[in-house]
């Protein structure tokens, strides 16, 4: 599901260059007494992802629709099945039965006051030269998770639905209660938009594309170009993620095939009441274009052509769907391959399946990518090569209705995890050319470190057309964030929005996920298919290779690794500075009184247990199945067993999707979310937790010492 920020496109005009051969001795690598033998091993599994196979593996997997918990989709998981047997992984089709609704009803007309028929939708996406679109198995445009309902009412604009959109609606005294709010994607996570609407006193929401966000603003809109066309629309999820994933009715619980009834709880702590529908901005536009009220502040004009007003007044809207919820029967692929030095130690690697019509790009990029990582790993299998630590690759089902595979699964494996040492993430494996990645800030040197072994079809390696790129790009550099001496390039936060969330913010999973994104306007809609892919985003399917060999790099690299190359000086350094904003924000939010001394004295704890660390980890000798252990429960010590205030599934207190925001990380979420609220004694509360947190973690590291 996850939507990273388009980045701007640029052709870097390099020579291309030929890797490798240029190396004879290997450089020291982080985790390794020495890498020679290692070193052979990567560059037989680089030699095997194929660019031509991975075209194949798309082709099969988008020849449908395969939403999740459809005939297609339990297709798609044959296919990946019989690929991780193929390559000799120990393979298991996992059921789980989880609510998931699907549209049976979707129905949106606009009047004007004379109650002349204005739009009557929605309308069936179509454009002239798609040839996937008129498939019968494409279903109406829908929300994951919405509210059935049959509501008529004024209409409001309320711009990106951000909870500063809503103030500035209530500054202009402009009331929702009892209003249909239309507003456009973009800025946040569309389940925080519904649900704020919904908070607001909306009884009904319409979520639109508008042009200037994705559509012909950007650039040429499909089929001439990437971008959105007049017709398309972006499904999604509207859960709300932030309070928990998965499953709604079984938070903590795994929905296996067996469990009885009587352990589900209500849903309606995680999903929205009132009835949404996703918009094409074609069907948004006659309702935009009647509305009344008062001029927008000018942030809020899109690129329709005409002057957008906020309402009420001008229209009125008869919105209508009915929503069947059932639990459905889902299914997760799960390739293993038993590890024979430390076959506890889980090294995991995963991407999702289902997808909301063909996902070219959402996700089955991402599917291909990893089939053909499962392939270089089946190469070394095949030649009597095995790993030290067990490596499971899986491919996750309904992630696009909230990341309910991924979750279900990692609440059925519970305390097992606790010695799976990564979880490596691929979602929008490749949208276009440009490699980013986000990461726990003790991985974010590993990836930049094995990226450069890894050859970009730009020429040069993945690292260096990565640096190049962000050189020639400052939204890359987050203000704020600024990167220290030595990481060349910078490296995002996990946030949500993908299933690495199970992971890392509920079990504390050290945790990546990589893409390779570009322009990427179809996000969600009929037009994310194959057609759309060779297109626009990777014609010779030479990124999937590319994401393969640094997908499957990531797992062969922590799987042989001598000490787990986990780097606590960098987190503890991101840590204190996150602390250090914390600080200067609270007498801004009127809470001076704030003692932050024992948790800037713990971080700093942290710090010295962290070099010390290091030091160890070079040296490589001694007790290392000891070392390992402490480097691995340092990350399970910043999780809390309270979890986050009103959402304790979220365990990790460094890290958390924000609760308006839903896909962004917030940083120490439990601190800043009570800065944020004003609310004094809950701050005080969340920093002693955080306190505790690091004092635990530096405690951990000692005790290798
Ligand atoms: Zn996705």
Redesign the pocket.
């Known amino acids: 599901?996850?939507l990273r920020k388009p980045l701007a496109f640029c052709l870097l005009a390099l020579a291309a260059t030929v890797l490798g051969a240029s190396q004879s001795a290997p450089t020291p690598v982080f985790g390794y007494r020495d890498f020679t033998a290692e070193s052979k091993i990567e560059e037989k599994f680089l030699a095997v992802p194929d660019a031509r196979l991975a075209g194949q593996h798309l082709k099969t997997l988008t020849a449908a629709p395969h939403l999740a918990a459809t005939p297609e989709d339990r297709k798609t998981a044959e296919y990946v099945a019989q690929k991780f047997r193929a390559a000799g992984l120990d393979t298991e089709i996992v059921p789980y039965r989880v609510l998931l609704n699907q549209p049976k009803l979707v129905r949106v007309e606009a009047y004007d006051p004379a109650g002349k028929l204005l739009m009557a939708g929605p309308t069936r996406e179509h454009v002239d030269g798609d040839p996937f679109q008129d498939d019968p198995r494409v279903m109406p445009p829908f929300h994951g998770s919405s509210g059935s309902g049959d509501v008529t009412g004024e209409v409001v604009y309320a711009n990106y639905g951000r909870i500063e959109d809503f103030d500035q609606l209530a500054a202009l005294h402009i009331d929702l209660h009892g209003k249909i709010a239309i507003i456009r994607y973009g800025g946040n996570f569309r389940g925080v938009k519904v649900a704020l609407a919904e908070q607001r006193g909306a009884i009904g929401v319409l979520l639109y594309s508008d042009p200037q966000d994705d559509g012909y603003f950007k650039g040429d809109p499909w089929p001439i170009g990437p971008w959105r066309p007049d017709t398309a629309v972006q499904l999604g999820s509207v859960q709300h993620l932030w309070q928990y994933p998965g499953d709604s009715e079984t938070p903590g619980v795994a929905s296996t095939l067996d469990l009885p009834p009587s352990a589900r709880v209500s849903s309606d702590s995680n999903e929205p009441r009132i009835p949404s529908i996703p918009l094409s901005y074609r069907d948004a536009t006659p309702i935009l274009k009647a509305l009344a009220g008062a001029s927008v502040p000018q942030g809020w004009q899109g690129a329709l052509p005409f002057r957008y007003h906020a309402g009420p007044g001008g229209v009125r809207v008869h919105l209508v769907s009915r929503q069947d919820y059932q639990r459905r029967i889902i299914w997760d692929v799960i390739g293993k391959v038993k590890g024979t030095e430390f076959p506890d130690e889980w090294v995991i690697a995963g991407n999702?399946r289902d997808a909301w019509i063909y996902g070219a790009v959402?996700?089955s990029s991402g599917t291909a990518a990893m089939l053909e990582a499962v392939h270089g790993i089946g190469a070394l299998l095949h030649q009597g090569w095995r790993p030290r630590r067990t490596i499971i690759f899986c491919s996750w089902d309904a992630?696009?209705e909230g990341l309910i595979g991924s979750t279900e699964w990692v609440e059925q494996q519970g305390k097992a995890l606790d010695h799976a040492v990564a979880y490596f993430n691929t979602?929008?494996a490749v949208a276009g050319p440009d490699f980013s990645a986000s990461a726990v800030p003790s991985l974010r040197q590993f990836v930049r470190e094995l990226t450069r072994a890894v050859p970009s079809p730009l020429g040069g390696t993945v690292f260096q057309q990565w640096r190049l790129k962000q050189a020639g790009d400052k939204s890359a550099h987050p203000a704020g964030a600024p990167d220290a001496p030595g990481e060349e390039v910078h490296v995002g936060d996990l946030g949500s929005g993908?299933d690495f969330t199970p992971f890392f913010q509920h079990e504390g999973v050290p945790s990546t996920d990589i893409g390779s994104g570009g322009p990427y306007g179809v996000y969600h809609s009929v037009f994310d298919n194959y057609a759309w892919y060779t297109q626009n985003a990777d014609p010779h399917f030479a990124y999937l290779e590319e994401m393969a060999r640094v997908l499957g790099l990531e797992a062969l690299r922590m799987a042989q690794a001598d000490v787990l190359p986990y780097d606590y000086v960098a987190y503890a350094r991101t840590i204190a500075s996150s602390l250090e904003e914390a600080s200067r924000k609270a007498p801004v939010q009127g809470i001076g009184s704030l003692d932050f001394a024992p948790a800037q004295a713990a971080v700093a704890r942290f710090a010295v247990a962290a070099e010390r660390t290091r030091g160890l980890q070079l040296a490589a000798t001694g007790d290392l199945p000891r070392l390992n252990l402490a480097l691995r429960r340092a990350e399970s010590a910043l999780l809390s067993d309270q979890g986050l205030p009103n959402r304790p599934w979220y365990r990790h207190t460094i890290y958390a999707p924000g609760e308006f925001t839903g896909y962004a990380a917030v940083v120490l979420p439990g601190v800043n979310e009570a800065l944020d609220a004003r609310d004094s004694s809950r701050a005080a509360q969340q920093l002693m937790a955080l306190t505790q947190a690091l004092d635990r973690a530096a405690r951990t590291l000692e005790s290798a010492h």
């Open positions: 599901m996850t999702h959402d996700p992630e696009e979602d929008v993908s």
